[in-house]
């Protein structure tokens, strides 16, 4: 119900503007939460788990939040596009893609979190941490191999209409360092490099990177490029997210509950 009410929703909205949902800071959250929703039912049908149902909505349920709360920092208006912007296919499949990996590693995001709070307060056996690191694997995967193809398409895009792949503009560089991030995350996984109780903290850091190619290139670089993104104000709100995250993995981190000896 709730995805058929959101798809009502943006279809409204694309129908007004005549183009796809994702041309502001306004419309990436709304899009991302709800690609999250879809996201997380789709691997939750797949792998019968419904953590991946509620991870979803709990993302959602942030977006939405922000969208109604956060109007200084995400304006709804609907305003027209820059030249370079006036391309339905480009818009439609790069930004859409780079989305939908941003919501997918919010689900890994979210989950990450549950684990390390749980650890906090209790004690986590080793067979249940495997099994919740398994589920963050799953989204990160997802994640990964969309983000790769969204920042292709990006420079197919950008040979198309600046004559150049790639330029290190500054979305463009943290698009890759969140991929790098990730996928050293992955192989440090299949490695062993990266134990499980490491996994979930590193996991939940790494989001951090999303979250400044997103909001931070917009809100504190605001330079390269990609100008027609940026908006104004939302340093504090970005700075807050950095000191709750980095609080919340060093209270998991050493302050957690500890396993009982075994008695002699």
């Known amino acids: 119900l709730v995805i058929i009410v959101q798809v009502i929703g943006i279809s409204i909205r694309v129908y007004i503007s005549g183009r796809a949902p994702i041309t502001n800071m306004y419309e990436t959250v709304m899009f991302s939460g709800f690609g999250a929703l879809v996201i997380g039912t789709i691997i939750a049908m797949v792998k019968k788990e419904k953590i991946f149902i509620v991870c979803g909505l ?16 995400l ?30 590693l919010a689900l890994s995001w979210i989950l990450a979190n549950i684990v390390l709070v749980k650890k906090r307060f209790k ?25 790769a193809a969204g920042i292709i398409l990006g420079g197919i895009w950008a040979d198309y209409s600046w004559g150049r792949f790639w330029g290190w503009d500054p979305k463009e560089t943290w698009s890759l360092i969140v991929l ?8 440090g996984k299949q490695t062993n ?10 996991v939940a850091g790494a989001f951090m990177s999303v979250m400044m190619a997103w909001f931070g290139v917009n809100y504190i670089l605001a330079s390269g490029l990609h100008s027609y993104g ?12 950095f000191i709750i995250q980095i609080a919340v993995i060093v209270l998991a981190s050493f302050g957690g509950k500890k396993k009982a000896l075994p008695s002699t």
């Open 58 to 73: 709990a993302y959602n349920m942030l977006c939405l939040m922000m969208m109604m709360f956060a109007n200084s920092m």
């Open 75 to 104: 304006s709804p208006s609907i305003k027209p596009l820059v030249p370079v912007l006036r391309s339905n296919f480009w818009l439609s499949t790069h930004v859409t893609t780079i989305m939908l990996s941003y919501a997918a």
């Open 123 to 147: 004690t986590v056996e080793d067979k249940e941490l495997r099994y919740e690191v398994t589920l963050i694997h799953t989204c990160i995967k997802v994640g990964v191999v969309l983000l």
């Open 180 to 187: 790098l991030i990730y996928m050293a995350i992955l192989h």
């Open 193 to 202: 490099w990266i134990p499980p109780k490491r996994f979930t903290a590193m």
């Open 230 to 241: 940026f908006s104004e104000g939302g340093a504090i709100f970005l700075a807050t997210f």
